[in-house]
C-alpha cells in the first residue's frame, strides 16, 4: 500500500476513533500521559498492520480490542505497580487526594465515575464499551474475546455494582443489540 | 436518575482529554517513521555480509580522494548530477535533509544532534548538540538561519552569522518554512509569521476549514495555505494567498477536491495532488492565479511530485514500487529526461530548493542522495 494511501487511512481513522478511544483509555488507566501514549501506539499498530483490514467495522473492533489490551498491559506494567507503591506509601504518610480523584469529587454528577472507578477492571471495561463508545453486545465480544453471554453477565453484575439504573427503553435497546 | 448514561460518563472525563490535532499529527510522523525503519531494518541483521563489504569499502575509501562522485549524464544541465554520500548516519535523518545551494551543504538532524555536511570539502560539521530530542520535521535552514524544534515545545533560531541563538516556547504542528529573515509556522489556530531580526510575531492566517492535507506553499514574497471545507456537494479545498510584504490576503482560490497534497507556489501557480476519496490516484492539476482557473496536468500514476519552473520530478508508480523520473513541462506536455536513468537503486522524496537544485534520496544501502541543479 502506498504511503499516501496510509496516511489518509490514518488520518481518517484518528478522526473517527481518536476522540472516543483517548477518552476511553484515560478512563480506564485514569492517567492523561499513560492515555495519549496507549492510544498512540494503537494507531501506530493499525498503521502498521493497514493490509489487513478491508471492513470499517474490522477496523473499529481492532482499535478498541488494541486500546483494552494495551490498557490490560499498563495494569500489568512496573511503571503501574511503581505509581500504586508509591501511593500506597503515601498514604501512611499523610493521605493527599489525587487531581483525578479531587476532579471527581468537584461536582455530584461525577458520582457515576467514582462507582465505576471502584468496579473490578472486567465489568469497567464492558459499562464503558457499551454505554460510552456504543459499542454493541457482539462488538464487546469479538473485542474482549469472551461469549456475548459472558459480556451480557459482566453488563448486568456491573451495572448492578455501580448502582446503574436504566429506563425500560434502555434495557430493550441492550436487549436487542 | 438521569438516563443519558453516555453523557454522563462523558462528563466525568475533564474536557481536554482528547486525541488533539497535535498528537495526530505526531502520530502520523512516528508511524511514517516506523514504517521506514520496518521497510529498512538495520544493517546489524546482516552483520556477517556486511562486514566484508565494510572492509572493501573502507579500502575504497583510503584509496579514495572522497565518498562523493561526480556523474556525468547526457542531460543538457549545466551542473553534472551529483551523488552525494555521507557515512555514519542513517535514512531517517537523510530524507528530510535540507539543501542550501547558496553554502553548497547539507542539513540533516538525528536524535540530538544538527549536522552540516560540505559538498565542497566532502566533511561533517556539527551545528547544534541539544540535550533534548530533536523533531525533525520542524528543521528549518538557509545560508543566514538555523530553526529547529525541541520535543518540549520549545522552537530555537540561531543566527548562523553572529551564533546568537534565542528560544521561544511554541506549539509547532510541523510546518516551519524559512523566507529570507521570516520564519512561518502554524499551530492549532492559524499560520504566523516571525520576523527573525526583531522576533515580532504576526498572525497571518486563522484556520476556518475543517483541517489540511498539505504544508503551506511559498515562492519569493507569497504563501499559499490549502484549507478542507465540508460542503453539500462534498469536501472542496480552498487556497488562501498572502503577500508576505504587506501581510495581506491576495486571493482566495477554491478547487472541488477534499484532499490537496503537496501544495506548491510557482510559476504564479498554485500546484497539488488532488483527489477524492472515491479516486485511486492522485491527479496533479494547477490554479492560474492570474485567473483562478484548474488545470489538469497529464501523468503517469505517481505518488509524489515536485516542481520548479518548467521541470517536474514525478516517484512513478511502477508495478508495488515507484521511483522519481524528471522531465521538461512545456504547454503541460511532459518531456522525460535521462537525468536519473542511470541510477538503478528506487529514489524517493524529490524536492527543489527555492533556487533550482533537485534533491532525491536513494535507498541503496549507503543511503547516498543525488542532486541535480536545473538553472
Keep these: 500500500m502506498e504511503k499516501h494511501e496510509r496516511d489518509k487511512l490514518l488520518t481518517n481513522a484518528m ?163 | 436518575m438521569p438516563k443519558n448514561i453516555k453523557q454522563l460518563l462523558d462528563e466525568s472525563i475533564p474536557a481536554d482529554i482528547t486525541l488533539s490535532e497535535e498528537n495526530k499529527q505526531k502520530i502520523l510522523r512516528k508511524a511514517n517513521q516506523q514504517l521506514q525503519s520496518t521497510i529498512h531494518p538495520r544493517k546489524r541483521l546482516f552483520r556477517p555480509i556486511f562486514s566484508t563489504l565494510a572492509i572493501i569499502s573502507l579500502l575504497v575509501i583510503l584509496i579514495g580522494p572522497s565518498l562523493s562522485n561526480w556523474f556525468s549524464t547526457s542531460s543538457s544541465f549545466n551542473t553534472p548530477l551529483e551523488k552525494v554520500t555521507i557515512p555514519n548516519d542513517d535514512y531517517s535523518s537523510f530524507i528530510h535533509s535540507i539543501f542550501i545551494k547558496d553554502t553548497n551543504e547539507l542539513i540533516y538532524a538525528d536524535n540530538k544532534t544538527i549536522y552540516s555536511y560540505s559538498l565542497t570539502s566532502h566533511s561533517q560539521q556539527v551545528l547544534v548538540e541539544s540535550s533534548e530530542d530533536i523533531d525533525i520535521y520542524t528543521l528549518a535552514a538557509n545560508k543566514n538561519w538555523l530553526i529547529w524544534g525541541e520535543k518540549n515545545n520549545n522552537i530555537y533560531i540561531l543566527n548562523r552569522k553572529t551564533t546568537l541563538q534565542k528560544e521561544q516556547k511554541k506549539t509547532v504542528l510541523g510546518d516551519i518554512q524559512l523566507q529570507e529573515d521570516r520564519l512561518i509556522y ?27 492535507n498539505s504544508k503551506a506553499g511559498l515562492y519569493d514574497n507569497l504563501l499559499v495555505i490549502p484549507e478542507q471545507f465540508k460542503s453539500n456537494n462534498g469536501n472542496t479545498t480552498e487556497f488562501y494567498v498572502y503577500d508576505l510584504t504587506t501581510l495581506k490576503q491576495i486571493g482566495k482560490y477554491g478547487a472541488p477536491y477534499k484532499v490537496a497534497e503537496n501544495v506548491i507556489l510557482m510559476n504564479n501557480k498554485i500546484y497539488a495532488a488532488f483527489s477524492n476519496e472515491d479516486e485511486n490516484s492522485p491527479i496533479l492539476g494547477y490554479i492560474d492565479l492570474t485567473d483562478g482557473t484548474f488545470h489538469k496536468i497529464e501523468t503517469p500514476p505517481f505518488n509524489n511530485y515536485a516542481v520548479y519552473k518548467n521541470y517536474l520530478a514525478l516517484s512513478i508508480v511502477d508495478k508495488n514500487t515507484d521511483t522519481v523520473k524528471l522531465y521538461r513541462l512545456e504547454n503541460e506536455n511532459l518531456e522525460e529526461l535521462p537525468t536519473f536513468n542511470k541510477i538503478k537503486e528506487r529514489l524517493v522524496m524529490p524536492r527543489f530548493t527555492d533556487d533550482g537544485a533537485l534533491i532525491v534520496n536513494g535507498e541503496s544501502a549507503d543511503f547516498s542522495m543525488y542532486i541535480q541543479d536545473v538553472e
Design chain 2, 186 to 212: 502554524n499551530d492549532a489556530s492559524g499560520y504566523k509569521q516571525i520576523n527573525l531580526i526583531t522576533l515580532e510575531e504576526t498572525n497571518l492566517h486563522d484556520f476556518t476549514g475543517i483541517g489540511r
Design chain 1, 15 to 177: 478522526d473517527v476513533y481518536g476522540h472516543y478511544l483517548t477518552r476511553l483509555a484515560y478512563a480506564l488507566v485514569k492517567d492523561k500521559e499513560k492515555a495519549e501514549d496507549i492510544v498512540q501506539e494503537v494507531f501506530i499498530r493499525y498503521y502498521l498492520h493497514l493490509e489487513q483490514f478491508e471492513g470499517r467495522s474490522s477496523v473499529k473492533t481492532y482499535l478498541y480490542r488494541m486500546t483494552v489490551n494495551e490498557c490490560r498491559n499498563y495494569f500489568k506494567s512496573w511503571a503501574f505497580r511503581k505509581i500504586e507503591v508509591s501511593k500506597l506509601a503515601s498514604t501512611f504518610l499523610i493521605y493527599k487526594e489525587t487531581p483525578e480523584e479531587a476532579y471527581l469529587k468537584q461536582e455530584d454528577k461525577h458520582y457515576l465515575a467514582v462507582l465505576l472507578n471502584k468496579l473490578p477492571a472486567k465489568y469497567k471495561e464492558v459499562i464503558w464499551l457499551h454505554y460510552y463508545a456504543e459499542l454493541s453486545v457482539k462488538e464487546i465480544s469479538e473485542i474482549l474475546n469472551c461469549s456475548s453471554n459472558t459480556v451480557k453477565t459482566r453488563l448486568a453484575r456491573g451495572r448492578k455494582k455501580a448502582q446503574l439504573t436504566m429506563s425500560e427503553e434502555e434495557i430493550d435497546r441492550a436487549k436487542e443489540h
